[in-house]
């Protein structure tokens, strides 16, 4: 893989956040409230439910969800931030693709893309759909900026 060569800082540099936050974040995913919330959100059929009340899944199975962190957890270092990373299960929730798209979105400042009437059938139609027009490579179950 060809790196672009950047320019080493030296001392605690914006990569060594990213890392540091990845790291936290890996260390989070086994930990015991991430655990809860996982085995919470899976059902007996093996497959998980979005807790968000208002999904368009509607309780209905989903492929996947994402655990978020209800308040956000914020900057890598910031006030509290490995108290807020490790916060209780029920500062928790499971979240489908599409809902946990959307509260990416808001969190991080952007419109959450106008809710099209399809995504009240949502599963089949707004996974293809947002894959294409946001990234899949970037799409990360344990990214919860
Ligand atoms: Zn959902």
Not at 4 to 33: F, M, N, Q, T
Request: proline share 8%.
């Amino acid at each position: 893989m060809a790196k672009k060569k950047k320019e080493k800082i030296d001392g605690l540099s914006s990569d060594d956040l990213k890392k540091i936050h990845r790291a936290v974040r890996l260390i989070w995913s086994w930990s015991y409230p991430c655990r809860l919330v996982k085995k919470r959100s899976m059902h007996e059929d093996g497959f998980p439910r979005c807790e968000n009340p208002k999904c368009p899944s509607e309780g209905r199975r989903v492929p996947k969800v994402s655990f978020d962190h209800i308040a956000p957890v914020g900057e890598v270092g910031g006030p509290n931030y490995i108290a807020r990373m490790f916060t209780p299960s029920s500062g928790l929730q499971a979240l489908c693709r599409a809902c946990h798209d959307v509260k990416t979105r808001v969190e991080r400042g952007l419109t959450p893309r106008k809710s099209r009437k399809s995504h009240s059938r949502a599963s089949k139609s707004s996974a293809s759909e947002s894959s294409a027009s946001n990234k899949p490579s970037d799409y990360d179950p344990f990214d919860f900026r």
